[in-house]
Nanobody
Framework: QVQLVESGGGLVQAGGSLRLSCAASGRTFSNKAMGWFRQAPGKEREFVSGISWMGARTVYADSVKGRFTMSRDSAKQTVYLQMNSLKSEDTAIYYC?????????????????WGQGTQVTVSS
């Protein structure tokens, strides 16, 4: 079993920055890709970014490309999401997830462990 705990969410003004963290415990996650997803009220959960098992490959949704950066520290079993130039449309609950595979895919069906989520609110 894997437990994922997100932190770092909060309220920020448009144009500001936040850094989300996701700490993993339990069975090792070092050979699995990780992903960040988000869900806004009334909308479906959407893929934000993913990182491969060694951190060599990252992928991003077009809506966050150039503004968000995902990274991982395998020694700390933690993944991060640095979010810059935040917009009101980034407001959502952000979830991290562990993939079944070594490379990240955008479909939530490829992820079998999820955190409880952290709220990000961007005021305009």
């Amino acid at each position: 079993q894997v437990q994922l705990v997100e932190s770092g969410g909060g309220l920020v003004q448009a144009g500001g920055s936040l850094r989300l963290s996701c700490a993993a415990s339990g069975r090792t996650f070092s050979n699995k890709a990780m992903g960040w997803f988000r869900q806004a009220p009334g909308k479906e959960r959407e893929f934000v970014s993913g990182i491969s098992w060694m951190g060599a490959r990252t992928v991003y949704a077009d809506s966050v490309k150039g503004r968000f950066t995902m990274s991982r520290d395998s020694a700390k079993q933690t993944v991060y999401l640095q979010m810059n130039s935040l917009k009101s449309e980034d407001t959502a609950i952000y979830y991290c997830a562990q993939s079944r595979t070594m490379v990240p895919f955008p479909s939530p069906n490829e992820y079998d462990y999820w955190g409880q989520g952290t709220q990000v609110t961007v005021s305009s």
